[in-house]
């Protein structure tokens, strides 16, 4: 069975590395590597001149079979494919001490003996000690490799039938080309040969990519071998055909016809990087599927169109079989397909009408050179290319009839009627949704990808933060009133609690965090975060904040109103040309002074707290007040908004107990109103009440990260409480199936095994009774708060926080 890591580090003969005995290390150093161990994300560090590696198990897929070997080695002698690489990358991160971010960058691993191409989205960061010395790098790293290899495979997917329509090789030769022309890593070099009719042994080259005749005469003999069955598909190349950049291995993919002819045989010669069984066999096989389908859809397309020219008429057989059944746009036209003669609209169906802007009737007789632009080379090359093979595919550009471009993907076919005369059948589909598509998908997935990033670094830096705080607070009770040192202490305290507030508007971006109410003076917090909101305004225009000390007080969520100011105020940029001015004022209004609602919403309070938001750009028209704030309603361009901002702030706000309304509409500027509610003198005082402290109730404390467990046992025992210390969740189960005494449970969410949500509900079935706090910074499946979860605390906490949840959940005295 494979040993953790985290008993590597407590066996592995460090004494006998450059590093040095664990005892003699920096403690900074000693504090990082105890965090890495405790993470589920990939994170690698190096150490020393000699850069010796320290990683977590989530690190251990990247290493391959290079562990455990690599698991306290220097990165040289683990890494020397990629040496030059992470030499000249970590030197500069450990002279300037700046990080350094990759973003889906190939690198050439030996994971299991030779080198293969390896896509990371990673980071160098350094380490330094308290003094600013660096210590070390470290390293976290995702593999993107899946990923990457599959966009560029995805476009096999655009080799379809209807876009290659004739049947034979010219069906599908053009496209297949285009393809495998921009994928030089899983066709370094490809060929497809004409096949013999009679003897289905390879004749002349169709066409070559990167390959010269004398490598496809060497390629012969093998492809000839493969397709007699006398050799297997994949095959070794010959020694006078390899090449440094080739595999020295390819692969073979016979094409047959619908009758199950062989026609034609690609060839696909891989970069040496890609690996043939495990990564280009199943690619093509997939090739193949794709080829074939379309080849043999498209002699059906032409069996049918054939018999259609012979039982119907010429227009009849055009509207019903194309016009009428296909949702792309057809022009049909009289033409002789050479590229210098007439060619005449004789009919174009509704879409190709919509696509180009013209009547059907007034398109009929036009010259081809009216719906493209003056000497368009492009065009000129597409009618030689169908003149040659009577069929072209690829993309053009149409002029519409009110002379805007129109970019489309075409596919134009030269048919034959039975008398001898020529007509050309052009298909054209917009290639302007596609790509917007394809643009929103991707950006989908980016965002994803990095609101998963987001949370998981935000969960191990809460982790720290509540080390630091409770350090932080230990210190601060433990020095007299006139210690020099105390202001320090206190300023120290009030960075960290600023680096969680940070911490938790990165998380409310990402939509994994209950909220957490907290009394706030609306004047001080809006200056607080007057750096945030002058980003998200920009440079050109400026930013206007006149609310008194004398506002009320109001209950809020930190996170949650930062993201609904900061999304305002993004709005009300797009809306400003430049040199704009948005103003934020606050008062307390009763329900004279709420502006409207949109739909009716009632709020319980009478009183609230009126944050207002004005900009003075062109307002909001009469015909979109009331649409604003439905999901997907933008005025935006295509690709530039999604239409979910204010729905987003409007809901935020609600989670929160307030509302947000549009105020009075005129042409001088937008004006949000966000409503909060107010925090009455009774609610002030009870914020302000010390934090009580505990009655040596016995507290089982559940905790994974030993930095984090030793602080707030620390904090345990100064607040008046017995801690009963658990390090994972079956840890904690033994204790409660015990006779032990147990007054309440606090426990960490993100464990690994078995986790804090389902050690409550363990702890129900054993101990229903038994009150449960659960601390968190994130949480993986959504919120953690509900009736069926308890308490939530917030990382990082201070001591005060602590015990204020604690208490709050213990049985009130004399009770069972």
């Known amino acids: 069975m ?87 990358n970590l030197g500069h991160v450990q002279r300037s001490g700046e990080p350094l971010l990759f973003q889906d960058t190939m690198l050439p691993l030996a994971k299991t003996g030779r080198p293969e191409e390896c896509y990371f989205d990673f980071s160098y960061s350094a380490v330094k000690d308290l003094g600013g010395r660096v210590l070390g790098v470290m390293s976290i790293a995702v593999e993107t490799t899946d990923a990457v290899v599959a966009r560029r495979r995805q476009v096999v997917s655009e080799i379809t039938a209807t876009s290659h329509a004739g049947g034979g090789i010219p069906a599908f030769s053009g496209a297949l080309h285009a393809v495998l022309s921009d994928n030089d890593m899983d066709c370094r070099a490809g060929i497809l040969f004409r096949l013999s009719p009679e003897n289905g042994m390879p004749l002349e080259a169709e066409w070559t990519i990167r390959a010269d005749p004398q490598f496809t005469g060497a390629l012969r003999p093998a492809v000839a071998a493969a397709l007699s069955g006398k050799s297997e598909r994949i095959f070794n190349l010959p020694r006078d055909a390899r090449r440094p950049e080739l595999s020295d291995r390819g692969i073979v993919i016979p094409i047959a016809d619908g009758r199950a002819q062989l026609i034609a045989a690609l060839v696909l010669v891989p970069h040496a990087l890609v690996p043939i069984d495990r990564s280009l066999a199943p690619f093509a096989t997939q090739l193949s599927q794709r080829v074939h389908a379309s080849l043999h859809s498209a002699e059906l397309l032409e069996q049918d169109l ?31 397909g050479r590229p210098e003669d007439d060619e005449f609209v004789l009919a174009l169906n509704t879409r190709a009408c919509e696509m180009l802007g013209y009547d059907a009737e007034e398109a009929i007789g036009m010259h081809r050179d009216a719906f493209f632009f003056p000497e368009d080379r492009d065009l000129a090359l597409a009618l030689q290319e169908r003149n040659r093979n009577d069929v072209f595919v690829g993309d053009l550009t149409f002029r519409a009839k009110d002379g805007s471009p129109v970019p489309v993907e075409v596919t134009s076919n030269i048919v034959e009627l039975a008398k001898g005369e020529r007509r050309s059948v052009t298909i054209i589909r917009d290639l302007a949704n596609r790509t917007s598509r394809d643009r929103e998908r991707d950006e989908r997935m980016r965002t994803e990808a990095l609101a998963s990033l987001t949370r998981a670094v935000a969960h191990d830096f809460n982790n720290l933060l509540t080390v630091v705080l409770g350090s932080l607070d230990a210190l601060e009770e433990g020095l007299p009133e006139q210690d020099s040192n105390l202001n320090l202490v206190q300023s120290a305290v009030r960075a960290a609690e600023e680096a969680g507030r940070l911490t938790s508007q990165l998380l409310a971006y990402s939509r994994r965090t209950p909220t957490k109410l907290r009394m706030l003076q609306i004047g001080a917090f809006v200056q607080e975060i007057r750096p945030l909101l002058i980003a998200a305004l920009g440079d050109a225009n400026r930013l206007d904040i006149d609310i008194g000390e004398d506002v009320a007080n109001c209950w809020a969520d930190t996170s949650a109103l930062t993201s609904a100011l900061i999304n305002l105020v993004t709005n009300a940029r797009h809306a400003m040309t430049g040199d704009g001015t948005l103003s934020i004022t606050a008062n307390v209004v009763s329900g004279t002074g709420f502006y409207p609602s949109h ?132 840890e904690a189960l033994d204790y409660a199936r015990s006779d032990r005494r147990i007054d309440i449970v606090l426990t960490d969410l993100v464990m690994p095994g078995l986790s804090g949500r389902a050690l409550v509900r363990e702890l129900a079935r054993l101990r229903p009774a038994l009150p449960v706090v659960i601390a968190t910074g994130y949480d993986p499946d959504g919120p953690a708060s509900g009736t069926d979860m308890g308490s939530v605390l917030m990382k990082p906490y201070s001591r005060e926080e602590l015990a204020d949840a604690l208490v709050r959940n213990l049985p009130s005295p004399g009770t069972e």
């Open 599 to 730: 739909d009716g919403y009632e709020l319980p309070q009478e009183e609230y707290v009126a944050v207002n938001v004005r900009d003075n750009g062109p307002g909001v028209p009469a015909s979109h007040r009331e649409k604003i704030f439905e999901p997907f309603f933008t005025t935006k361009g295509i690709g530039e908004g999604t239409g979910l901002g204010l729905p987003t702030v409007l809901d935020t706000v609600r989670q929160i107990g307030g509302d947000l309304r549009l105020g009075p509409g005129d042409d001088d500027g937008a004006e949000f109103q966000i409503l909060l509610p107010l925090a009455t003198g009774a609610d002030g005082k009870e914020a302000e009440a010390a934090a009580p402290a505990g009655n040596d109730e016995v507290v089982l404390y559940v905790e994974d990260n030993l930095l984090v467990r030793e602080k707030t046992v620390l904090m345990l025992q100064n607040l008046g409480f017995s801690p009963l210390v658990a390090r994972h969740g079956r």
């Open 2 to 88: 494979a040993r953790s890591n985290l008993a590597l580090l407590e066996t592995h003969p460090w004494h006998e590395t450059s590093l040095g005995p664990v005892e003699d290390w920096p403690p900074e150093m000693r504090g990082v590597i105890a965090a890495i161990m405790a993470s589920d994300f990939p994170v690698c560090t190096g150490w020393g001149d000699d850069t010796i590696q320290i990683y977590n198990d989530a690190y251990n897929a990247i290493f391959g079979d290079k562990h455990p070997a690599s698991f306290g080695a220097p990165l040289r002698d683990t890494w020397p494919e990629i040496w030059p690489f992470v030499r000249d």
């Open 306 to 336: 054939l018999r259609a020219r012979e039982q119907m008429t010429e227009q009849s057989a055009m509207y019903q079989f194309l016009f009428e059944n296909i949702r792309d746009g057809a022009i049909y036209t009289a033409t002789s």
